[in-house]
């Protein structure tokens, strides 16, 4: 039998948002003015009049934009070196590790930036969906590659990357509302199953 499991990342199998944590640890002055900056936006997004998408990239626009490719990727691996495995869930690491990898594709499916989250998925050897950062000259503009894969972004990525391919089950794991769409696609989920 040829399974696919598709798990979320933030909230699924860690303890935190990772968004906050590795902008905080990448620049942490520039984390708390940006913050405050911000504020008025969060609350909008709280009150759901404004754009989940557009205060995000502001959001890490301010921090990030500007910084080179190598920073970036450095900067991430550290935070993963300090992070891991302290933000998982234990449940989640130990179904991951007795996952049979005979038949069965795992994939990360998130709408955090695949900057911070590839080292994990590649600690975890599950392969990526991912909001992309948009580099040009190998400098990050502050923009995403298309879309935040978050809602039904989530499924249109899987289709894409399962093009082709039979499985006779897939099995998705979230814990939001924008994990929703990706649960519906599968045949079995689990919300907050870790948890």
Not at 9 to 36: E, H, I, N, S, V
Not at 69 to 81: E, L, T, V, W
Not at 100 to 109: A, C, G, K, M, Q
Request: net charge positive; charged share 30%; with cysteine.
């Amino acid at each position: 039998m040829k399974k696919l499991y598709l798990f979320d990342f933030d909230g699924t199998l860690t303890y935190k948002d990772t968004l906050f944590l590795f902008l905080k640890f990448y620049d942490p002055a520039k984390f708390r003015k940006q913050f405050l900056i911000h504020i008025p936006l969060f609350i909008l997004l709280k009150l759901k009049l404004a754009d989940a998408e557009k205060v995000k990239k502001s959001f890490i626009a301010s921090v990030l934009k500007g910084q080179t490719r190598h920073r970036i990727a450095q900067k991430s691996q550290q935070f993963f070196d300090r992070y891991y495995p302290e933000i998982f869930r234990s449940a989640a690491l130990e179904f991951i590790a007795n996952i049979d990898r005979n038949n069965t594709e795992s994939f990360l499916v998130t709408a955090s930036l695949d900057i911070w989250v590839k080292p994990f998925a590649d600690e975890l050897k599950l392969e990526l969906l991912s909001t992309q950062a948009e580099f040009v000259n190998d400098v990050f503009t502050g923009n995403f590659v298309g879309k935040n894969c978050n809602g039904k972004e989530k499924v249109h990525r899987i289709q894409i990357a399962i093009t082709g391919k039979k499985f006779d089950k897939l099995i998705a794991f979230g814990d939001t509302s924008g994990d929703r769409p990706m649960m519906d696609f599968a045949d079995e989920s689990h919300f907050e199953f870790f948890h």
